[in-house]
């Protein structure tokens, strides 16, 4: 009944009914690119390199968990395997909308769980060019969105969205987002300091399909004030693999299961 | 009684290894790691007390290995490394246990380190063992944490979780050498001394218990311990005129709390901890320390990109002070009622987080003296990282707790390979 009900009120809808507003195409693509699946299991290798080509690699197994609807609660557990200082080392976020994450980071050498001090907007994860805000995304109702124009990148056709700050905290004046009209990912990030100068550019360089789900495996940030770049790739990644919900403890970041960590 | 601890290391280490061997055999898995370090540490006030130049010079080898067969696990930390100071090598077992773990619980077995409570280099509930020298002479701080020997277990039902640990064999604090270190002491002439053998006596038994959950977004821990102080107290064989001293360490109960959490910006930590001296409560004898009330709070904050601050104030109450005071004998330092404490930290990491600066310092509110640990560690690769840094001493009497290190400052250097 509810279904001949909802397909007799659509084809009276008028067609540009169904462009979507810039706060609808953020919220779909927050869906598509952060909170795809139950949960997410992808061992994670990033390249930090200088603008003289020196490469520092960082690798970690990565265990992200939904708690609620796309934009509300997720748990990241993440190990370490790279480099050499702190392997075997864990850290855990819980990452609530519209305020900071709580963090915690144990420390195998002395067996200590720690609680980190740090402000999402403002933090390097493991010195690259991401953010933690650019990892786990960012509060939607913190900016402002506004389709700006439609234009295609590669094979990519987009919607541009531009996002500025609500708050001037931020050290960017505003970003523009290329969205992808049928997956939803960002194909292209750019960010605006308060000069109005381009000086960080985020880019994904291969979308693969998971499970159903089609998911950014490399992707990059480049920063073209210091020439540093940051390329991430998925070496592999799996979606609702069963996490449980105790894998977010004290228990297991000081002993990550092996079958979560391999 | 460092030979003492190679021999124990030795026969435990061999234990281990032919216990574990066929699970090391079967494992799924196996790993091998660690690392190569050179570590010295300079004076740069005085020579030590027996006149050589240096707090500490030696290579070090660390090898980690690890073999994984569901739900066992095994894991030995061992280093070999060569004193230049006092010319000779010793092999030390750091960590060597055995896990099982399952759903419901967990237990870890042997040589461990145990690390509990929420201070920044203050230690209230953490009861476990420390190597004060090794954070005194510039050895990374994972240094100032040593093993226990025992067993723990952890249980996890729905409404807690629950640790609890029993080691056999006591292990002391370890304070600086006094041929390395300057430092008070008030029977300095004596130089017949003993420790009573706190070692390989059953009887003695420590226990500890952890009970820990989230409470209203706080990590919060309530804490337990029977077994004995760390730290030394000393008994002269005659009061008047000694001639010989031995050490000993009293029986010492700990009950505890401490709370861990977001408050503002920043992470706010809260911890206090009754000390009861079981053989002294009256406080009327001088050999053994009184109970004490000791508590602090902490407040780490993030400034800027990659610079954080973290601020402490400890304070320690000595319980029957009266009592405390009428025993001291004439000519003898008087303890403060309340000895406080604050310490900073600055942290900034840059060069994407390779190089860091740091910043330690105490402040004796108390007694005016001062500890300042300033250093700087780069990450020439991803294998290979350097530091150096100081640690400062001054301020306060020639008794307090760190005016009496006042000619030990020194400069270090740490270069680690790691693989």
Not at chain 1, 17 to 41: I, N, R
Not at chain 1, 106 to 115: G, H, L
Not at chain 1, 128 to 152: C, M, P, Q, W
Request: aromatic content about 14%.
């Amino acid at each position: 009944m509810n279904r001949i009900c909802m397909v007799v009120m659509m084809a009276q809808l008028p067609l540009n009914a169904f462009a979507l507003t810039a706060d609808e195409v953020m919220k779909k693509s927050q869906a598509a690119f952060l909170y795809p699946g139950a949960d997410l299991k992808a061992r994670v290798m990033m390249k930090l390199i200088s603008k003289s080509g020196q490469e520092r690699v960082r690798e970690m197994m990565m265990l992200r968990k939904n708690f609620g609807i796309p934009g509300g609660e997720q748990k990241y557990f993440m190990y370490f395997f790279q480099p050499a200082d702190v392997r075997n080392m864990t850290f855990m976020v819980y990452k609530y909308p519209g305020k900071d994450a709580d963090r915690w980071l144990f420390v195998p050498a002395i067996n200590m769980v720690r609680r980190i001090a740090a402000q999402d907007k403002r933090s390097s994860f493991v010195g690259s060019d991401f953010t933690y805000e650019d990892i786990s995304g960012r509060n939607l109702e913190d900016d402002a969105h506004a389709v700006v124009k439609e234009e295609t990148v590669g094979t990519h056709d987009c919607t541009v969205i531009k996002s500025t700050p609500k708050a001037a905290e931020m050290e960017y004046s505003y970003k523009l987002s290329w969205i992808d009209k049928t997956s939803f990912l960002p194909i292209k990030e750019e960010y605006y300091d308060k000069k109005d100068e381009l000086y960080r550019v985020f880019s994904a360089d291969e979308i693969k399909d998971v499970k159903g789900h089609p998911t950014i495996t490399k992707r990059s940030m480049k920063n073209l004030f210091s020439g540093h770049v940051t390329e991430v790739s998925f070496l592999k990644a799996d979606y609702n693999v069963g996490v449980e919900d105790s894998l977010f403890t004290e228990r297991y970041l000081k002993q990550p299961p092996k079958r979560w960590v391999e | 009684m460092r030979k003492r601890w190679t021999d124990l290391t030795g026969v435990s280490a061999c234990c281990l290894f032919f216990l574990l061997l066929p699970v090391a055999a079967l494992a799924a898995d196996a790993f091998l790691h660690g690392f190569v370090q050179g570590n010295q540490s300079t004076n740069t006030e005085e020579g030590n007390p027996d006149g050589k130049d240096f707090k500490l010079s030696e290579e070090r080898a660390q090898v980690k290995f690890e073999a994984t067969a569901d739900p066992f696990r095994l894991f030995i930390k061992s280093d070999a490394f060569h004193d230049n100071i006092d010319s000779h090598s010793i092999l030390e077992l750091r960590e060597g246990y055995a896990d099982y773990t399952s759903d419901t619980w967990d237990t870890r077995i042997g040589r461990q380190v145990i690390t509990w409570g929420v201070g920044d280099l203050l230690f209230i509930n953490d009861v476990f063992p420390k190597d004060y020298e090794a954070f005194f002479s510039g050895r990374p701080l994972e240094y100032l944490k040593k093993w226990v020997d025992g067993a723990k277990v952890g249980l996890y039902p729905w409404f807690a979780s629950f640790e609890v640990i029993a080691i056999p064999y006591f292990e002391p604090n370890t304070y600086p050498d006094s041929k390395r270190f300057w430092m008070f002491d008030p029977m300095a002439g004596i130089t017949d001394r003993e420790t009573q053998d706190p070692y390989r006596n059953f009887r003695k038994a420590e226990t500890a218990l952890r009970i820990y959950r989230d409470v209203a977004g706080f990590d919060t821990s309530l804490y337990y311990y029977r077994g004995f102080s760390r730290q030394p107290s000393v008994m002269p064989d005659n009061p008047l005129t000694p001639t010989r001293l031995t050490l000993f360490y009293p029986e010492l109960t700990v009950y505890g709390a401490s709370l861990q959490g977001r408050a503002g910006d920043g992470v706010l930590s809260l911890e206090a901890g009754y000390y009861d001296s079981r053989r002294d409560r009256g406080g009327a004898d001088l050999l053994l320390p009184n109970s004490q009330t000791k508590y602090l709070a902490g407040y780490q904050v993030q400034f800027w990109e990659d610079f954080t601050v973290g601020v402490q104030y400890y304070g320690e109450y000595l319980m029957e002070y009266s009592a405390y005071g009428n025993s001291l004998p004439p000519g003898f330092p008087k303890e403060k009622r309340l000895h406080q404490i604050a310490s900073i930290r600055l942290m900034q990491f840059l060069m994407h987080q390779t190089l860091r600066l740091s910043l330690f310092a105490f402040s004796g509110l108390s007694d005016g003296d001062y500890l300042i640990n300033p250093e700087v560690k780069y990450n020439l690769t991803d294998a290979i990282w350097a530091a150096i840094g100081g640690t400062f001493f001054g301020g306060g009497k020639e008794w307090t707790q760190f005016g009496q290190l006042d000619k030990n400052d020194n400069v270090y250097t740490q270069l680690r390979y790691e693989f």
